[in-house]
């Protein structure tokens, strides 16, 4: 399978300052490799345990991140090298992170999961919640733990414009929240969507962060 063709078409559309996650959930540490020959430096991850394995084997200069729902027991697997937690989806989430990040002497990177999508997913704040959790101010006693940014995932639909809407209220409350609480703080500016399907609306509506697997290691 040619990676690097695949990695560039997409690499060569990203605007400066948008970075490519190359998600490898279910594929083999050779696509993994293979990838990492092509040029690829970051991978996204949804399980603890596959994570973990990778990690061991593949190169030092990986950043891995962690990209799907994180249960609170298993933070503690992943804190000791983890770059970024795309999904936090509960305050009792980040706490634990915070926990496992001070054991490990870390400060771990942390992205604010938002539910913006119409589906009943179970996970994510939505924006409201988001902004009391802000409002409430308990992460600031959290030295261990770096807000810097949000993530979502849009509705699963052909319909561009609902998707196209929803990474716009999750940019939209980017910019709010950073205005109100991280005006001055340059590492809140990541806004991690856009998946194989709807990166390119992603990239239109100011993603930091895309998220692709299918497109580069085929069905999983
Ligand atoms: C699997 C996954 C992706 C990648 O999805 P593709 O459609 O294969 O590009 C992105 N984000 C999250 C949270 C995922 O779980």
């Given at each position: 399978m040619d990676y690097e063709l695949k990695i560039r078409s997409i690499t060569s559309q990203l605007p400066e300052g948008t970075r490519l996650v190359?998600?490898?959930?279910?594929?083999?540490t050779e696509a993994v490799r293979g990838a990492y020959d092509a040029g690829c430096r970051i991978f996204g991850e949804s399980h603890v345990q596959e994570l973990r394995e990778k990690q061991q084997i593949m190169p030092e200069d990986i950043e891995w991140h962690f990209i799907g729902h994180l249960q609170t027991n298993k933070v503690k697997y992943i804190a000791?090298?983890?770059?970024?937690?795309?999904?936090?989806?509960t305050p009792h989430l980040l706490r634990e992170v915070e926990k496992q990040a001070a054991k490990c002497g870390r400060v771990i990177p942390c992205l604010l999961q938002l539910h913006?999508?119409?589906?009943?997913?179970?996970f994510g704040f939505t924006p409201d919640e988001c902004m009391e959790f802000l409002s409430e101010g308990?992460?600031?006693?959290?030295?261990?733990?770096?807000?810097?940014g949000i993530m979502c995932m849009a509705t699963n639909t052909d319909d561009e414009e609902q998707i196209r809407g929803e990474f716009r209220r999750a940019h939209d409350f980017f910019l709010k929240a950073k205005e109100m609480?991280?005006?001055?703080?340059?590492?809140f500016c990541e806004c991690s969507y856009g998946m194989s399907d709807d990166w390119k609306i992603a990239v239109s509506e100011g993603s930091t962060l895309i998220r692709v697997g299918t497109a580069i290691f085929g069905p999983r």
């Open positions: 190359a998600v490898s959930k279910f594929h083999p000791p090298f983890v770059s970024l937690i795309h999904a936090i989806d913006v999508a119409q589906e009943e997913t179970k308990e992460w600031r006693q959290m030295p261990h733990v770096r807000l810097s609480f991280f005006a001055d703080t340059d590492s």
